[in-house]
């Protein structure tokens, strides 16, 4: 488990965001993770790729996800792509002073690195896009919760309480896991499985419904598929076959739609291909960081 090393907090347009830094003495260039949907900061910080120990490198909250924190009175309809892409890539620079950054997001994570590399690509010099999309409608237990996000008040119940369940229950948190991916012997024999929740369930606990909500709310209407045209950073665009969560589909769409792609897809694997196959997911991983390097020299 790596131990946090430097902590960011950040107030942007009355959002509070947090990032944990590592190895910022470093002069690579430097490297900001991005969680998916539900999870935390603290998501990159059991088992980092190896990789990352020769960079200076970030694991930056999305907005809304504990510790980060919406504004009061935030509503779905102002949580636009437009938005994230502004907020994070505000904190990138405030985390960085401006210097071009290599973002590795998984899931919603993947889709922000998109849209922030669409929108500020002075900022980007490369993209790493996990299980990642740019249309917001899920499928499996995720397309079930956004259901209920938008169905009245009675289904909106059934949702928070889903969320409570998730906050108190550590054994139902690790069974839930279990709905992203497609080799479960792999997820729950992964030995830093008990690491992971004993450090990430906390935040599950202090993570707001309401919040969550609004995402849920908000991201089927989200499309930034004409977004891909405006991002010119290099890209490593890695998905799994069998993925409950998003749909193939989509990772396909992103790396036919960069003109600097590299696709790579896990055979027999759901959403979690940082779990699922987790060394050749560090291989690959890495074998990009150096190509990516040899070329920018």
Request: hydrophobic content about 45%; aromatic content about 10%; some cysteine.
């Amino acid at each position: 488990m790596s131990t946090k090393q430097t902590r960011h907090t950040f107030m942007v347009e009355g959002h509070q965001l947090v990032a944990y830094g590592f190895n910022t003495h470093l002069s690579q260039t430097p490297i900001v993770l991005l969680h998916g949907i539900t999870a935390s900061a603290n998501s990159w910080l059991v088992g980092p790729p190896p990789v990352l120990a020769h960079y200076p490198w970030y694991s930056l909250s999305l907005p809304g996800h504990f510790p980060a924190q919406f504004p009061l009175g935030f509503a779905s309809a102002d949580l636009t792509p437009e938005l994230v892409a502004r907020l994070l890539s505000t904190a990138v620079r405030q985390l960085v002073g401006g210097r071009p950054v290599i973002l590795i997001g998984h899931s919603t994570g993947g889709f922000a690195a998109l849209a922030v590399a669409a929108t500020a690509p002075e900022l980007v010099a490369g993209v790493v896009c996990i299980s990642g999309f740019v249309q917001g409608r899920w499928t499996g237990v995720l397309g079930m919760l956004q259901g209920l996000a938008r169905n009245g008040r009675f289904a909106q119940s059934l949702f928070k309480a889903n969320f409570k369940l998730l906050g108190q229950n550590r054994w139902y948190y690790r069974q839930a896991l279990g709905f992203y991916a497609r080799d479960k012997k792999a997820l729950y024999t992964h030995p830093e499985l008990a690491a992971f929740i004993a450090l990430n369930h906390p935040d599950a606990r202090r993570l707001s419904s309401a919040a969550m909500l609004t995402w849920f709310q908000r991201m089927p209407q989200t499309d930034i598929t004409d977004w891909l045209t405006a991002v010119t950073a290099p890209t490593l665009v890695l998905f799994g076959d069998s993925d409950p969560i998003v749909p193939p589909a989509q990772g396909e769409r992103i790396a036919a739609g960069l003109p600097q792609s590299q696709k790579v897809v896990f055979s027999g694997v759901g959403h979690l291909p940082t779990s699922e196959r987790t060394p050749e997911f560090r291989r690959v991983l890495a074998d990009w960081l150096n190509d990516h390097k040899n070329r920018t020299g």
